[in-house]
């Protein structure tokens, strides 16, 4: 039974990489987007302007962050498995830990 748990979860967050490194992969960086867009920002001369940028940054700039924490809470995971002697697992961890680190960049 709990073998089975762990295969269900280990496939439910194999599938959800898969979408979520989607943008990884097509070369996304939520971080290189913020600053793209808030030096947008900050060069643009009009009000509607500076807030549209201002507003894409923040957006990729909380979505950056929502990745950081993902990727800790997956590092978290691979250390409490490394130690629990599940290397299978803890490796699974820290293979999502690096797809959500990437995204976050």
Known sequence: MKLNHIKLTGLSAGIILTFVSYGVYAGES???????????AAK???GKTIAEHAEAAKTHAKTADEHLDAGITS????????????PEAAQKSAEEAVTHLKAAQ
């Open 30 to 40: 939520h971080m290189a987007e913020a600053l793209k867009h808030a030096e947008a």
């Open 44 to 46: 643009a001369t009009d």
């Open 75 to 86: 590092l978290n995971d691979a250390i409490d498995h490394g130690k629990m002697k599940h």
